[in-house]
């Protein structure tokens, strides 16, 4: 039995995340499991990084599998390129350690929301891209995101309810860059509850906006009151941008 360690890129835009859900098509770990267990004649289960959420993107997404084939990965990735639709790409595809995983080993990942800041609208980006005409203060954005970096309890931040387990995070870094009239917001941590970064992206946007403080922001991470942070942002301007082992 090999294991092995495949790298994807997609566009999420037609499909309801990566994460298979029962008996329901359309989910990106579905296809591409259907497709394995096809070329491969066996059942094959896919352990990804992360999951997205539906509409969500990923440059880099991580998936590690264990299959028994005599066939090389070289063969197993041209088949995989032939037969992906065009929104799924294989990037690459190795054997990997046996004890690789592509999820508990993660050790960091990254992810990137763009906003297209400006009236005049961009038809090509568009399913990239959240739309803000608005003008936006990257000083009190940067001013709040150095408030979220660090090791903190991001309940506030995350749309899941009374879940079990720890909502304990380190938000290694945002960095807010424009690059003409495009704004991108980088998040660096070791792992992300469920829409954190929709969330974070959100509630910096309202600031940059002057909807809210910096002040305002630190209290609703204090609190670990989801109420008090703002709202999610739309999926498609969302991209897991890189995943580090």
């Known amino acids: 039995m090999k294991n092995y360690k495949l790298v994807l890129s997609y566009e999420g835009t037609r499909y ?26 066996q059942q094959v289960e896919l352990a ?29 990735l041209q088949d995989l390129r032939r037969y992906l639709p065009e929104d799924i790409g294989a990037v690459s595809l190795e054997e990997a350690e046996p004890r690789f995983h592509a999820r508990l080993s993660c050790r960091e ?25 608005e003008a936006l203060d990257p000083g009190a954005m940067e001013q709040t995101a150095g408030l979220l970096c660090g090791e903190h309890d991001f309940a506030a931040f995350c749309s899941l309810k009374n879940t079990k387990r720890s909502t304990a ?45 910096p002040e305002s922001v630190r ?4 609190s670990g009151d989801r109420s008090m942070a703002g709202p999610t942002a739309p999926a498609q301007g969302l991209c897991l941008w890189e995943v580090k082992y």
């Open 169 to 213: 995070r380190d938000l290694r870094s945002i960095q807010i860059l424009r690059d003409g009239e495009e704004l991108q917001l980088y998040f660096t941590g070791d792992g992300f509850l469920y829409n954190m970064v929709r969330i974070l992206t959100g509630t910096l946007l309202e600031v940059g906006q002057g909807l809210r403080t």
């Open 16 to 41: 309801r995340g990566w994460q298979r859900q029962g008996n329901t098509a359309g989910s990106i770990q579905e296809k591409l499991e259907t497709l394995l267990s096809r070329l491969l004649e």
């Open 219 to 222: 209290q609703a991470l204090l």
């Open 48 to 76: 990804a990084s992360g999951r997205t959420d539906a509409g969500v993107h990923a440059r880099m997404q991580v998936c590690s599998f264990r299959a028994d084939t005599k066939r090389s990965s070289a063969e197993l």
């Open 109 to 133: 990942k990254t992810y990137l929301y763009r906003v297209w800041n400006s009236e005049a609208p961009n038809v090509f980006t568009r399913r990239f891209q959240l739309r803000m005409p």
